[in-house]
């Protein structure tokens, strides 16, 4: 088991943090299966862990929330101005905020 700690910092400095516990699974599939999911998951940005969860969650009745248009489109900015070297390391970020 590992823990994920997640916090945000909102616009109005208000501080929201949760704590994710995880655990670690392995499983085998049919190479069909997995270029499925592959597939599956390029398609709707997922990392491969994220696409297990979701298909997980669905099927045990987990409720999901869906990334909205204004949501995917500022990911993809995002990732934009990471290629182009536009963004702070963790490090970074903590000494000029502590």
Known sequence: MFIIKVVYILQNN???DYII???????????????K?????KKGHYTRSEFIREVLRS???????????EEIASAELGKKEI???EFVTLDELKAAVL
């Open 14 to 16: 208000i501080k929201y």
């Open 83 to 85: 290629e182009r070297g």
């Open 21 to 35: 516990y995880m655990k670690t699974i392995s499983i085998t599939i049919p190479e069909a299966l997995y270029k």
């Open 59 to 69: 099927r045990v009745g987990v409720p999901t929330v869906q990334a909205t248009a």
């Open 37 to 41: 999911v592959e597939t599956a998951r």
